[in-house]
């Protein structure tokens, strides 16, 4: 477990080989105050057809051009959302001998405590985080996998994964609508999947060399992030990177591969990255929503047509997964890979 960077991360200098190369490194973390992701306040969507066509043009338009978006009023439960921070906050915590059953690089286990990434024996640097991974959806299936201390654990981030797996629905169902997709193109197979990352940065004291989590995009269909109230992620948009402020009681949503290419490239997938600061532990918990490994991932027969023939081919998450990991998560090379 010495691995973890819960584990040695006040030593100076940061160690070499989580220093990235120049022109990856964050350099200056502050990013300038300029655009906002958008907030969309979810519960006007209930407040007749109006205000729902409008809530779905936010979305979309968000989706578009940010590929990002966070929502508030969105129906999670705060208190929900508050004790899931502080559960996951309060494992990271745990002594080592309380969590050392978990701790494995085998990434076929069912619950996984681990540091930086899957790809940790091949990686050239080392992401500056630890991390707890699982499945969460449906909770029967998986619940019993998951850290039996602290005690409340399965309870509350069960309830967190019930709530977000609603509201993944909801949000999927106003982009159908919006793309003009049959009702319900997202149940089903094509969203039937749902993996928590809990993510813990502890403090860096050079963060202008390392990473939190180093520039990717998400390979899946759609990500609902519960950050806490430290700043770190950030998004790359027209050449500069753009913070992705926490707001209180909030969710990040962020656009995977998978719903790029089921729009045809019409919502658009970005890339990302979380940067370290030299005095605070972060917390986020990603949960990742996406298609069950067999099924078929093309553009809707809605969104194609003679003016805008399919971008890419059919494929499997499973091929697609491969791919990405195959090409060192290069997003683009995997895209080209599956074009049409
Ligand atoms: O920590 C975060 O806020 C986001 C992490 C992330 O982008 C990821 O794990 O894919
Ligand atoms: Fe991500």
């Not at 057809?49 to 978006?69: C, H, M, P, S, Y």
């Not at 999670?76 to 002594?95: A, G, K, L, Y």
């Not at 069950?292 to 047509?305: C, D, L, T």
């Not at 494929?315 to 997964?321: A, D, I, Q, V, Y």
Request: aromatic letters at 10%; proline letters at 6%; charged letters at 25%.
């Amino acid at each position: 477990m010495e691995k973890l960077v819960s584990n040695w991360y006040n030593v100076r200098p940061v160690p070499e080989d989580c220093i990235y190369p120049s022109e990856k490194r964050p350099g200056n973390i502050h990013v300038p105050k300029g655009e906002v992701i958008p907030v969309i306040d979810l519960s006007e969507a209930d407040k007749g057809d109006r205000n729902r066509t409008l809530v779905i043009q936010k979305i979309l338009k968000a989706a578009q051009e940010f590929g990002f978006f966070q929502v508030v009023n969105h129906g999670v439960s705060e208190n929900v959302m508050d004790e899931t921070t502080s559960v996951v906050r309060e494992f990271f915590q745990m002594p080592d001998e309380s969590k050392q059953h978990l701790f494995t690089q085998d990434f076929s286990s069912k619950c996984i405590y681990f540091t930086s990434c899957e790809n940790y024996a091949n990686e050239k640097v080392h992401m500056w985080r630890d991390f707890l991974q699982h499945q969460c959806h449906p909770l029967d299936t998986w619940r019993h996998f998951w850290p039996e201390s602290p005690a409340r654990y399965r309870d509350i981030v069960g309830a967190c994964s019930v709530g977000i797996k609603n509201l993944a629905s909801r949000i999927l169902g106003l982009i159908s609508e919006g793309l003009s997709l049959k009702s319900g193109y997202f149940d089903d197979e094509l969203s039937s999947c749902m993996v928590l990352t809990a993510l813990h940065y502890p403090p860096c004291p050079e963060p202008s060399l390392a990473l939190g989590t180093c520039p990717h995009d998400d390979a899946n269909l759609i990500t609902f992030v519960l950050q806490d109230e430290v700043s770190g992620l950030q998004i790359f948009k027209d050449d500069q990177w753009i913070g992705v402020d926490p707001i209180p009681h909030a969710f990040v949503v962020n656009v995977g591969c998978l719903l790029q290419v089921i729009s045809n490239d019409k919502l658009r997938s970005v890339k990302h990255r979380v940067v370290t600061n030299a005095s605070r532990f972060r917390s986020s918990s990603a949960f990742f929503v996406t298609a069950s490994e067999g099924s078929v991932i093309e553009p809707a027969k809605g969104v194609v047509n003679e003016h805008n023939p399919a971008v890419y081919r059919p494929f499997t998450p499973k091929e697609f997964c491969m791919k990405f990991f195959e090409n060192d998560a290069d997003t683009e090379a995997t895209f080209n890979h599956f074009k049409a």
